[in-house]
């Protein structure tokens, strides 16, 4: 059962534009969310990460929104880039230590 | 600082071969680590977690075995590859009451 979802295996999008990346989990004990980024043949490196406290979390160029009702969050980039280019998964950690990973959003900025 | 270290980075076996991927954490004590395999279309993929020496965690039946002979060193083997287990694997670190994992470079595995 996949509790963390993105629904969107690919996006595309323009240099200089927002790019959005939508994660959706199913879990409600879930209190900490997180996103990785991760290009070919690399391991993911952590980007961003929110608390169920909040509703926004931002970070330069990047920002993590967190509607914990809807039980959604979302990664904006802003402006995107063509080094932005990668994998982009949604995590979020459970009371015992395990991670849970979307199945990954694969962005491509367009130069 | 800590470092996590994982070899190969790459590795071409044959079917029937057997594996074995070796993972070592650096710079902290007892921390939970994983074994994840990315596979399309099922993005990462958790096999094996494991808190603490000798105890391990399936998530997944299937092909593999894990083992912690060490605090900081985790191992994924197999006996007899097959060619299903290709893939890109990713050893990762947490420690317990954080909320961050840390990955390894990963090793792309294929198998012919």
Not at chain 1, 93 to 102: E, I
Not at chain 2, 1 to 24: F, K, M
């Amino acid at each position: 059962d996949q509790q963390v979802k993105q629904n969107s295996p690919s996006l595309s999008v323009q240099e200089g534009r927002i790019s959005i990346l939508n994660c959706d989990y199913t879990n409600s004990m879930f209190d900490y969310f997180l996103w990785y980024k991760k290009y070919p043949a690399e391991g993911p490196t952590f980007l961003i990460s929110i608390s169920s406290i909040k509703d926004k979390n931002e970070d330069g160029r990047f920002t993590v929104f967190l509607n914990k009702s809807a039980k959604h969050l979302s990664l904006h980039i802003v402006p995107s880039q063509p080094g932005d280019s990668a994998v982009y998964f949604c995590a979020a950690p459970d009371t015992g230590n395990q991670f849970y990973f979307g199945t990954g959003t694969s962005l491509t900025v367009i130069p | 600082s800590q470092t996590i270290h994982q070899w190969p980075a790459t590795l071409v076996q044959p079917v029937g071969s057997p594996l074995s991927l070796e993972c070592t954490v650096e710079g902290t004590s007892n921390p939970n680590l994983y074994w994840y395999r990315q596979a399309a279309g099922r993005g990462l993929q958790l096999l094996f977690y494991s808190v603490g020496i000798g105890q391990i965690s399936s998530e997944v039946p299937q092909n593999l075995s894990a083992s912690r002979p060490q605090d900081r060193q985790f191992i994924l083997s197999s006996k007899k590859l097959l060619l299903s287990d290709s893939g890109f694997y990713l050893c990762a670190w947490s420690l317990t009451g954080t909320t961050e994992a840390f990955f390894g470079q990963g090793t792309r595995l294929t198998v012919v």
